[in-house]
Every structure is written in structure tokens, then in C-alpha cells.
């Protein structure tokens, strides 16, 4: 078997010794290090929701765009931390700092927050993490002022994209209120 490296993961885990923190100038470094790891989605930098219209970005110039939304001190997200080391991922903003997530957005609406992405390392991956990621994602936005929290979950039985699945959003009291796009829904968590 092959030794892990100081910066993977822990294989095992308790989910009552995550901690949590948002990406921040100050906590940056471990959100490159995270994204940087092999096997991450480095390839997007978790761009897709964030820049507008669909011309293609190389994997640098979409990392430059977000360290300058963490520079300039645009919320981007939170990180999940085990032992130490960094181990996963939530995409959780106000809505206003995405693109169009849904056709039937109303951009009149504030106070919107919007979960559009998880990453959490394959060897972690079944173990609660993005539960835990979720839960936390939904403490942050109402902690940071939201009265709504839109999650955009696909279809469990969707061949991509099912760590968001859409049980787990109905679990924590999300109500389903349309769809954006084919697969995925548009979610509603009320404060």
C-alpha cells in the first residue's frame, strides 16, 4: 500500500472533530493547498458557477479570478479541517456573487445565499463529510445573514454530480421549488 503524504487526508475519521473555517485572505493557503492536491478539482477552481457566459479559462487564469475574489474579500466558501489538515470543500455564497444559477431566479430577491458545490478526496468520501459539509455550509450563510439558502442537487440516480444528492437536501428541510437545467433542482431553506 502507499504511504500517504503529510497532506492527505486521514482515512478515517470522527465527524465531531471537523472544523470549519471560511476562505478568507487569512485562510487561503489552505484552500490552494486543498485544490492543489492530486485528484482535486483543480480544473475548475470552482469557477463554473462564478464567471459569466461560457467562454473557455485555463486552469490559471480561473484560479487567478478566485484568489482575487478571496482578496478582495468576496465570500467564496468554507473548508472542512480534520487533524490539522484540510480536507474538504463547500462552495456556499450570496447568490448575487454566481452567475444565473436557475431561469426562474429573481434577482430582486436579498439575503439569498447559494450552495452550488462540495469537494471531498475519494478516500474520505461515504463517511459523513459532506453531510457535515452541508450542515455547516447552512450554519455559515444564516450566521452571515441569509433568510434563504438555495441548494442545486441533481438526481441520486444521475451519473454526475450525485455528492449533492437531493434526499440529503430534503433530510436537512429543503423544499424543492423548480429545476435548473435537466438534472439539477433548485432548493429552498427558509431561516
Given at each position: ?14 465527524v465531531?472533530?471537523?472544523r470549519?473555517?471560511?476562505v ?23 469557477m463554473?458557477?462564478?464567471h ?27 473548508l ?9 470543500w463547500?462552495?456556499?455564497a ?22 452550488v458545490c ?16 452541508l ?5 455559515h ?12 442537487p ?13 434526499a440529503?437536501?430534503l ?11 435537466s438534472?439539477?433542482h ?6
Amino acid at each position: 500500500m502507499p504511504k500517504r503524504s503529510n497532506a492527505s487526508p486521514p482515512e478515517k475519521f470522527d465527524v465531531a472533530n471537523i472544523r470549519f473555517t471560511e476562505v478568507t485572505r487569512a485562510t487561503r493557503g489552505n484552500f490552494e493547498t486543498l485544490f492543489e492536491q492530486p485528484g482535486a478539482p483543480k480544473y475548475c477552481w470552482c469557477m463554473a458557477w462564478r464567471h459569466p457566459g461560457r467562454e473557455h479559462i485555463q486552469n490559471d487564469e480561473k484560479k487567478h479570478r478566485m484568489m482575487a475574489l478571496v482578496d478582495a474579500g468576496t465570500p467564496v466558501g468554507i473548508l472542512a479541517h480534520i487533524d490539522g489538515k484540510t480536507v474538504g470543500w463547500c462552495s456556499v455564497a450570496p447568490r448575487e456573487t454566481y452567475r444565473k444559477l436557475s431561469k426562474q431566479q429573481d434577482d430582486s430577491e436579498t439575503c439569498v445565499w447559494s450552495i452550488v458545490c462540495f469537494y471531498v478526496p475519494r478516500v474520505l468520501r461515504g463517511g459523513g463529510l459532506a453531510s457535515a459539509l452541508l450542515d455547516a455550509a447552512i450554519d455559515h450563510a444564516f450566521a452571515k445573514g441569509a433568510r434563504i439558502i438555495e441548494a442545486y442537487p441533481v438526481d441520486e440516480a444521475s451519473p454526475s454530480y450525485r455528492f449533492m444528492a437531493f434526499a440529503t437536501c430534503l433530510r436537512r428541510g429543503f423544499k424543492e421549488t423548480g429545476n435548473a437545467g435537466s438534472r439539477r433542482h433548485v432548493m429552498r431553506l427558509e431561516h
